[in-house]
């Protein structure tokens, strides 16, 4: 009888906490409740977009409210290897995390500089700004700025932001630049600003570096600067055995950008952004007595929770779940496609790529998955493209099936 009044009264217990923390999610605003209830319930089919929603941050944000920060004004203001500024932030910890991912793509700790940036675009118009100063400090020009026509849509819009010229290359039908017409269009008297696409937005291209760098090399007395784009392809190929591809010395790399809400699982936009420490002071002087330091990196704030969040999925995630991911991804990418061929229908899929496009399916289809729309002529007019990230398994994929049959 003493056990079952025990259990009855644990069992109250339950039921009291369970009432409390269903309490706690209501706000109060009906509107507001109704669309995290709707967003919650439509992560799981969510494959339109490049974002992981397999998210492992429930003892990041205990820890972080235990700790009272979410009271707390954070700023990673000012540069992570040089002096803090005053505000309160992690510079530290974002030295960190820079210090952590840069051997992963052959940037020597003796020769690094980065941040946490606040975004992949971020990191572009960091390595877009910090290559103009580079090429325009040592060579007394400005630099001609050299993009695919499937590159992000970053790109163009940076280049347009900084005034660049902006020439943009005809890439393949599948999306890669053309190396004969980067030839066609390159103007071997001025600088070149070359931005490579490791993984072309729609149809999950990467640029062909090495043909590419054999076009420019024709042209010794041309100063190269060269940024990579490896927004989301840049966070999985590091860890499976196509590492090589994202190698800042076996390409010649001076500056790269990563996201971190892609691959890495971070909640919000973030990313990293790696270049060396002989690019970074070879930029122009900007010092600012007030932050204690020589700020060269376009904006001044930058987010200190994404910046600790990034460092605990280091130690909480790790790189060997990273490789069982990234090969987890690659292996249901071709299962995927394997079961839209068994079936007919009409796909693509480039190679090293997690994104598959096809034949734009019913609005239906296209809504529940949230699938991207595009039209390209060259494959019957109108497409989507599904990207295949840790949260599409093989139950999700046979189901996305069965729905477009």
């Not at 041309?222 to 800042?248: C, I, K, N, Q, W």
């Not at 122009?284 to 969040?309: A, E, F, H, Q, W």
């Amino acid at each position: 009888m003493k056990a079952f009044l025990k259990f009855i009264s644990l069992a109250a217990v339950a039921a009291s906490l369970m009432c409390s923390c269903q309490d706690n999610a209501k706000s109060g605003y009906d509107e507001l409740d109704a669309w995290a209830e709707n967003i919650v319930a439509a992560k799981r089919a969510s494959m339109g977009y490049p974002v992981n929603q397999n998210i492992q941050l429930d003892r990041f944000y205990k820890w972080y409210l235990a700790n009272n920060l979410e009271n707390v004004g954070l700023n990673n203001v000012g540069d992570p290897f040089g002096k803090a500024g005053g505000l309160l932030g992690a510079h530290n910890f974002e030295r960190e995390v820079i210090e952590y991912f840069a051997p992963f793509y052959d940037y020597e700790l003796d020769n690094l500089w980065g941040i946490v940036t606040n975004s992949g675009t971020d990191g572009n118009n960091h390595g877009i700004y910090f290559g103009v100063n580079y090429l325009r400090n040592l060579t007394g020009k400005m630099p001609i700025m050299y993009v695919s026509d499937e590159a992000h849509y970053s790109n163009p819009r940076i280049a347009d932001l900084q005034n660049l010229e902006l020439r943009l290359v005809k890439s393949d039908p599948m999306g890669r630049m053309i190396p004969e017409e980067l030839e066609k269009v390159l103007d071997p008297t001025r600088p070149c600003l070359m931005v490579y696409a490791m993984g072309s937005t729609f149809k999950g291209a990467i640029d062909d570096m090495d043909a590419l760098n054999a076009v420019l090399d024709a042209y010794p007395e041309m100063m190269v600067y060269r940024h990579v784009d490896a927004a989301l392809f840049g966070g999985y190929l590091v860890f499976t055995e196509h590492r090589d591809m994202v190698s800042s010395k076996k390409y010649r790399i001076n500056s790269m950008a990563i996201s971190g809400h892609k691959f890495f699982g971070l909640d919000d936009p973030a990313g990293v952004f790696l270049t060396t420490r002989d690019v970074y002071d070879h930029q122009s002087n900007n010092s600012v007595p007030y932050l204690n330091g020589d700020m060269k990196m376009i904006n001044c704030s930058r987010s200190t929770s994404s910046v600790l969040k990034f460092w605990w999925m280091i130690h909480e995630i790790g790189e060997q779940q990273w490789h069982q991911q990234a090969e987890a991804i690659l292996e249901n990418t071709r299962y995927f496609k394997e079961q839209l061929d068994k079936i007919g229908y009409p796909n693509w899929l480039n190679e090293y790529s997690n994104t598959i496009f096809f034949k734009r399916p019913s609005d239906e289809v296209c809504k529940k998955y949230m699938l991207a729309p595009n039209y390209d002529e060259q494959f019957g007019g109108e497409l989507s493209h599904l990207v295949v990230m840790q949260h599409v398994d093989k139950t999700l994929i046979d189901e996305f099936v069965r729905d477009i049959q």
